[in-house]
């Protein structure tokens, strides 16, 4: 989900298909097994049931020492270790059930899932594919897949998957959550191109000034309408934008005018604006066709803005159905762009209601939690799922940074470190483990840290952060320039600052 854009990709919680697939897996023959082999066996499910996989694990793992022909038993092996967060060792386990049994597609099905924890959504695609070859109304298969392209941003293929599974049951929320999804990462995507195709057109710039106002920055968003509306005065909907920064502003007088300029402009002509002129009319399939002539700045704006109409579509279409977990992520992350952080977490705790031990619902809400500095029921949150995927870099890395805010440098650092050696490429977790090294007055461990997280320094602090390194560790030089580069930093921010100025409407001809 977009919620707070936390790096790392969603893992696909168990809770969210267990239940079904436990009696498929758990029902297979047991051929031969002995009473006290029965015992365990019912043992093992129940700590399952109670959440408790790691205590299964070893029960488990005894049972398929004692039938290591039975691909059942592994593959309820497989399910506990990835559960428990061990993914890598889980994968051997479904592969080895696979070679027992090459179709069994809830093999397939938890290898795919198991690829996705960590990370390599390429290698659950094949899987996947072979679970839809056998059975194409396999729901769980389709939603899968459509989370395996999604997370590949191959976000027209993940459509086409969560739209056949809107077909196959139009009661599941998991098809138009995720079909707006993708539609809303399509419409970035489009915007994306524009911007290439042709920075500096009229198209660009409202596109510019769409993302300005979304960000509260309505001087910036005002100018660059303006600027859209000088190089493309007939542009539908630029003076109804500007009307509404009016509002928010509080100038109704001045919106008036400009709602009443966009009234004048009239619907478009679909002899000169035929992609206007099919936006307005609600054809959005035709303006999002592949075999349209070559994109261009206008094609690609306006496709942008029917990827957005299809992806508020397609959220409203889950907001029709029964309460949903999905149906309250998408109010949380509607909260959340308006930095609305206390309903955001109400939103997300009726989201764990319906969908209680779903791992991505609960990292969401610690992160809500810290967004309303409720730092004790975030750390409460992040011990429990580290507790319970001990194996996820996101979440040791989200229980690390949490301590280091509680002023608990060195009870982070093991959670930052292990984060790290589970996903060395997870740059927020270099920055946190380098703070906590320099407040345990560790500079010289703190530098590689600072260094391979600068890309995302977005305010000059860990460009200053390792200078003061540098400084400790007698690197002059090296501590001069990333002085001078903070500072540069720093002084780009301060332009950035300075509002432009939002002016009266021209008076109406």
Known sequence: MYLFRTPGLKSIP???VLPGCLILVLSYPLFGQSESLAEKSRRAKELISAGQPEKAIPIYQELVRALPENPGLIMDLGMALSMAGRDQDAIKEFEAALRLNPHYPNALLFLAMAHLNLNQPQKAVEPLQEVLAGQPQNELARWKLGEVYYALENYTEAARHYRELGQLNPQNPKAWYGLGRCYMSLSVSASGKTRQLDPYSGYSLALFAESYAEEHQYGAAFQLYRQAMERLPTLPGLHAAVADIYKKTGHPDWAAVEEE????IGPSECSTQQPACDFQAGRYDELI????????????????????????AAFARLSELPPSAE?????????????????????????RNLSPNN??????????????????????LLEELVKRQPGRSEANYLLGDNLLSLHQPAQAIPFLKKALGLDPGLLVAHSSLAKAYLETGQAKEAI????????????GALHYQLARAYQHEGQAARAEEMLKRYQEIRGAQAQEKKSPRIDPPPPLP
């Open 289 to 312: 066709a592949p075999a349209r002539p070559q994109a261009t700045a206008e094609s690609s704006y306006w496709q942008s803005k029917a990827y957005y109409r299809m992806s508020v």
């Open 448 to 459: 590689p840290h600072l260094e391979a997280s600068l890309s995302t320094d977005s305010d």
């Open 327 to 351: 149906f309250h992520e998408i109010k949380a992350q509607a909260d959340a762009d308006q930095e609305e952080f206390r309903a955001c977490v109400e939103e997300l705790q009726e989201a």
């Open 359 to 380: 791992p991505e619902i609960e990292k969401n809400l610690a992160i809500a939690f810290r967004r309303i500095g409720d730092q004790k029921d975030a750390r409460e």
């Open 261 to 264: 300029m966009d009234r004048r």
């Open 14 to 16: 168990f809770s969210l």
